[in-house]
């Protein structure tokens, strides 16, 4: 049964959404999966400037985000992730959309976020989301494979968006 996309709720996440983020990142690769513990304070620490997308009581989209200390007009996103139930709807930008809009990034005129080389679905959301918001997306090498992944992990790099109007 196809529930509608009207009933597609955004909300704020909480600590007893924890356990279903780890799953829902753990059904998205190539996303790193972090322990549930990460995610639970995710859900609690940074709710203000995450969001959880919910369908019919199961969760199937989330970003979490931050704004770093020592960059209050900057928000990082750390993870996107849409279940393959809800591909292909525009969700990972709408929620996107709707953490910038928020109260919580008032003030807020950058996004950052890494990005592996191959990742393009990442790729291509962060630059309609810069397209959509008329501002430039720069792009620079933020942590090295051998230098700060021992050759463990593929280079991440960094999508800075900005500046751009609430």
């Not at 959404?17 to 780890?22: E, N, P, T, V, Y």
């Not at 985000?65 to 992730?81: E, K, M, N, S």
């Amino acid at each position: 049964m196809n529930v509608p996309k009207s009933a597609l709720l955004l909300r704020k996440p909480q600590a007893q959404d924890g356990a279903a983020l780890h799953a829902l990142i753990e059904a998205c690769p190539p996303l790193d999966l972090n322990s549930v513990y990460c995610y639970l304070l995710q859900c609690s620490h940074f709710a203000a400037t995450s969001v959880v997308a919910e369908r019919a009581g199961e969760l199937v989209g989330a970003i979490t985000g931050y704004r770093p200390p020592a960059q209050g007009d900057t928000l990082f996103i750390w993870q996107v992730a849409v279940s393959d139930k809800a591909r292909g709807e525009g969700l990972a930008r709408r929620m996107l959309n709707h953490i910038v809009d928020g109260e919580a990034c008032a003030g807020v005129a950058f996004m950052e976020t890494t990005v592996t080389d191959d990742n393009r679905a990442s790729w291509a959301l962060f630059e309609s989301f810069a397209r959509q918001r008329e501002a430039p997306l720069q792009r620079s090498l933020k942590f090295d494979r051998e230098t700060h992944f021992l050759g463990a992990h593929d280079s991440e790099y960094l999508a800075r968006i900005g500046p751009f109007q609430r």
